[in-house]
């Protein structure tokens, strides 16, 4: 399986999550919408009428509610990004600016953290983590991916140190854009939820 890779340093850039609920887009949409990120990649699973499941926040205002048995938390937290386990560091009320739900957690501190016997379908996927620097790992598979299985077990072998993983919506709501290098992965779905990533004025 091929993988595209993204680390990012969190002082160059700015994360948001756009959010909407019952008005999802494609990634032509949300590039035509978010005429300023220079990525985007998609976020939390949703239902039939397009509104997340778990916990999303957006600027500060929190929708849904928070998974308790399941997947992880990447949000931004005083400014910091953090990416925590829902079931060893449930959300109790911390005050996200940003954040995003999915599941399962693939890597946790370090190692491997998901195996399911009945995981054993490829699919396209889209991943978030953090590596042991604080950079901000984005991953997505241009074609079909890794079982979830097979993927918790091949990230912590890799060279890009990751500390936490977590498997975000895949299959067909897989999208990547990366401006300046030609990366465009469209969902075969449109999406009502993305994390988009904005670099900061150095001048």
Known sequence: AQMITLRIDPQRVRFQVHYRPGDPLTLQAWRNTLVDADVIINANFFLADHTITGMLVADGIVYGQSFTDRGGTFGVLEGIPVLRSNIHQPYAGEPYTQ???AFPMLVRDGQASYFDSRATERSRRSVVGLDRQGNVILMA???LGLSLNDLSAYLPTTDLNLQQAMNMDGGGSTMLYVRGNNT???SFDPVPAV???????TD
């Open 99 to 101: 954040a995003i739900q």
């Open 141 to 143: 598979t241009p074609g």
């Open 184 to 186: 465009l992965l469209p």
């Open 195 to 201: 994390l988009a990533v904005y670099m900061l004025d």
